[in-house]
């Protein structure tokens, strides 16, 4: 249940790091029948709100504001798109959890994500960010059933780690490692630390993207 290895993640840090350094707005979809074409291969980064996305992908892209954080409950979600080059794309799916959003707003919410993850042909598998001191949420678990439904990959990012002691963060991460191994048991969910603020974690997760973004049988 550790990161995959992979043939892909022999590159360096440094051609890692330039790969998603490179990412640049693309488009913005308010629905499903606004998503660029199909094809390629993509990634898509999921989590509560204030579960620290914005952050992740900033630090990634190592860009200060390519992802927006936006504190609005209930604003219009938006899914965004974040190119890297003609045939990869990163991909901010909306936050999800406000409790005072409406009934209505959740459900479009929990149909558009889950038509997404069913559907989308072009995407690899999924990030999915959450508060190192809140796992496993019901809406996580929520996206997590989805992704084990349909054999979709998933990769969880415990976020904001530089706000526990090291043994704590380490005791979620194996707790967390457990359910995920419970639930996917041909291992096609791993789990790791990470820190926007710090830069923990950082190369784990380019091993990742690299594998589902860049492995030699992706290529092209
Ligand atoms: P989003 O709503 O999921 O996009 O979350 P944001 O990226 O906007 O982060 C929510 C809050 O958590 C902000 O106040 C961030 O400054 C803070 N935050 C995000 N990442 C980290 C981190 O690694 N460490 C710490 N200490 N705070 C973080």
């Not at 798109?81 to 936050?95: A, E, H, N, T, Y």
């Not at 439904?149 to 526990?164: C, I, N, S, Y």
């Not at 996917?184 to 790791?192: E, K, M, N, S, Y």
């Not at 820190?195 to 974690?201: I, M, P, R, V």
């Amino acid at each position: 249940m550790n990161t995959p290895n992979s043939s892909s993640s022999h590159r360096s840090r440094e051609a890692s790091q330039a790969a998603y350094r490179a990412a640049q707005f693309e488009t913005s979809a308010a629905s499903l029948t606004q998503l660029p074409l199909d094809e390629g291969l993509e990634v898509a980064f999921a989590g509560r709100s204030n579960a620290g996305k914005s952050s992740a992908i900033n630090k990634i892209t190592s860009q200060k504001s390519l992802a927006r954080t936006s504190k609005t409950p209930g604003r219009t979600q938006l899914i965004n798109f974040f190119r890297l080059d003609d045939q990869r794309r990163l991909v901010d799916l909306p936050g999800y959890g406000y409790a005072k959003v409406s009934e209505d707003i959740k459900l479009r919410w929990q149909q558009t994500m889950e038509q997404y993850l069913v559907n989308r042909q072009s995407l690899q598998g999924l990030i999915l960010l959450m508060d190192v001191r809140h796992p496993l949420k019901e809406v996580d678990q929520q996206l997590l059933s989805w992704c084990q439904h349909v054999g979709m990959p998933v990769h969880v990012l415990l976020t904001k780690a530089d706000k526990l002691k090291r043994g704590q963060a380490q005791n979620t991460l194996l707790k967390v490692r457990q359910v995920l191994k419970e639930s996917f048991p041909a291992g096609q969910a791993t789990v790791q630390l990470f820190s926007a603020l710090k830069g923990t974690g950082l190369e784990e997760i380019f091993r990742v993207l690299d594998q589902w973004l860049y492995s030699e049988a992706k290529q092209g």
